[in-house]
T-cell receptor, first 111, second 113 residues
Framework: GQQVMQIPQYQHVQEGEDFTTYCNSS?????IQWYKQRPGGHPVFLIQ?????EVKKQKRLTFQFGEAKKNSSLHITATQTTDVGTYFC???????????FGTGTRLQVTL | DGGITQSPKYLFRKEGQNVTLSCEQN?????MYWYRQDPGQGLRLIYY???????QKGDIAEGYSVSREKKESFPLTVTSAQKNPTAFYLC????????????FGDGTRLSIL
């Protein structure tokens, strides 16, 4: 079945450092979505990428969709303690009415 | 405010008992989903429904059952056949199918007594 892997599983950074998580699919995707889950909370939708090579920015967050539409990345510039949480990518192959969530990357930020 | 309401927040199950988790949405969304999340893990799809009176198995449907009699409601029953039910259960909804963003409820934490 559809496999969606994220790396790293966990990253600990000091406030002000940059952070990147990568999402890789075994198949070509129709679109990819990113979610953030704060500790003890529920996933919250951040963004959706649809086009090959697409880049979108939300303040300090930059999202990219690979040219082959099989991978994606989320980059956070100058992390803050409010960025703490687990970031999930969620893949849509376009063949089923559901998303396949990645394994997630847990980000810890310390002062 | 529109949103998804899951209840209860915490639930305890005895051996051999079936329990039902409630999920209600007032977003007028067609599609609804149930996920299971184990500590430090990602979300695994249990069941999903695109329209009323129709639902499909996800990746880990064994030991679970659902119904979709109303657009607003998608209850999940954890049956006694589910031998390892302790987990965080999340309900979500979306306007349409897989390419639409999903909105999540606050979740239900289920534990075995």
């Amino acid at each position: 079945g559809q496999q969606v892997m994220q790396i790293p599983q966990y990253q600990h950074v000091q406030e002000g450092e940059d952070f990147t998580t990568y999402c890789n699919s075994s198949t070509t995707l129709s679109n990819i979505q990113w979610y953030k889950q704060r500790p003890g909370g529920h996933p919250v939708f951040l963004i959706q990428l649809v086009k090959s090579g697409e880049v979108k920015k939300q303040k300090r967050l930059t999202f990219q969709f690979g040219e082959a539409k099989k991978n994606s990345s989320l980059h956070i510039t100058a992390t803050q303690t409010t960025d703490v949480g687990t970031y999930f990518c969620a893949a849509d192959t376009g063949t089923a009415s559901k998303l396949t969530f990645g394994t997630g990357t847990r980000l810890q930020v310390t002062l | 405010d529109g949103g998804i309401t899951q209840s209860p927040k915490y639930l305890f199950r005895k051996e051999g008992q079936n329990v039902t988790l409630s999920c209600e949405q007032n977003l007028n969304h067609d599609a609804m989903y149930w996920y299971r999340q184990d500590p430090g893990q990602g979300l695994r799809l249990i069941y999903y429904s695109q329209i009323v009176n129709d639902f499909q198995k996800g990746d880990i449907a064994e030991g679970y059952s659902v119904s979709r009699e109303k657009k607003e409601s998608f209850p999940l029953t954890v049956t006694s056949a589910q031998k390892n039910p302790t987990a965080f259960y999340l309900c979500a909804s979306s306007m349409g199918s897989g390419n639409q963003p999903q909105h999540f409820g606050d979740g239900t934490r289920l534990s075995i007594l």
